[in-house]
T-cell receptor
Framework: SQKIEQNSEALNIQEGKTATLTCNYTNYSPAYLQWYRQDPGRGPVFLLLIRENEKEKRKERLKVTFDTTLKQSLFHITASQPADSATYLCALGGYNAGNMLTFGGGTRLMVKP | DSGVTQTPKHLITATGQRVTLRCSPRSGDLSVYWYQQSLDQGLQFLIHYYNGEERAKGNILERFSAQQFPDLHSELNLSSLELGDSALYFC?????????????FGQGTRLTVV
């Protein structure tokens, strides 16, 4: 069956360090992968989209990699700040993912001052 | 502010009742997607409409139905409500017929079934 796995345990890091979150998937051939941020009780907010033919994408302090061989995406936040504390969701779409965006369970990031 | 409007923000109702959740997409967006998020589960895709037509269906219960109107707003109807239907319901919109561009989520409707 299709599965998207994110570390369900919270990631705790010190302010200023780089946070790295992992998204692994099985039995998918996604055309693209997206990362979202979600704060408690609020809707997800789009961060980055990376397509299957792209290895890496950056936006300000954010970087996403997409390895279709390993079936994995890594999401990095450099120079992390307490305001970056939130749950981060990866989502797959396209091809056999159907006309839908399927989300992983998310990883909670806590950045301590 | 994502530009996606969902009403109501909160809804408390009894088991067996029927409710309607409303979503207005961002101006210019033709796609509307509905998701359910409960405490023990992540975001679960329910249904997708593009320009009034149903495009994809997830694990949506038969007690649930949706439609997208000519003005592109969408409604999600939940009937014969059960305690387990208590959740946050989100709608999202995007320009095209798929998620190949960024999607914008509303702030959700929190449904509590008592």
């Amino acid at each position: 069956s299709q599965k998207i796995e994110q570390n369900s345990e919270a990631l705790n890091i010190q302010e200023g360090k780089t946070a790295t979150l992992t998204c692994n998937y099985t039995n998918y051939s996604p055309a693209y992968l997206q990362w979202y941020r979600q704060d408690p009780g609020r809707g997800p907010v789009f961060l980055l989209l990376i397509r299957e033919n792209e290895k890496e994408k950056r936006k300000e302090r954010l970087k996403v990699t997409f390895d279709t061989t390993l079936k994995q995406s890594l999401f990095h936040i450099t120079a992390s700040q307490p305001a970056d504390s939130a749950t981060y969701l990866c989502a797959l779409g396209g091809y056999n993912a159907g006309n839908m965006l399927t989300f992983g369970g998310g990883t909670r990031l806590m950045v301590k001052p | 502010d994502s530009g996606v409007t969902q009403t109501p923000k909160h809804l408390i109702t009894a088991t067996g009742q029927r409710v309607t959740l409303r979503c207005s997409p961002r101006s210019g967006d033709l796609s509307v997607y509905w998701y359910q998020q409960s405490l023990d589960q992540g975001l679960q895709f329910l249904i997708h409409y593009y320009n009034g037509e149903e495009r994809a269906k997830g694990n949506i219960l038969e007690r649930f139905s949706a439609q997208q109107f000519p003005d592109l707003h969408s409604e999600l109807n939940l009937s014969s409500l059960e305690l387990g239907d208590s959740a946050l319901y989100f709608c999202a919109s995007s320009v095209g017929p798929d998620f190949n561009t960024e999607a914008f989520f509303g702030q959700g409707t929190r449904l509590t079934v008592v």
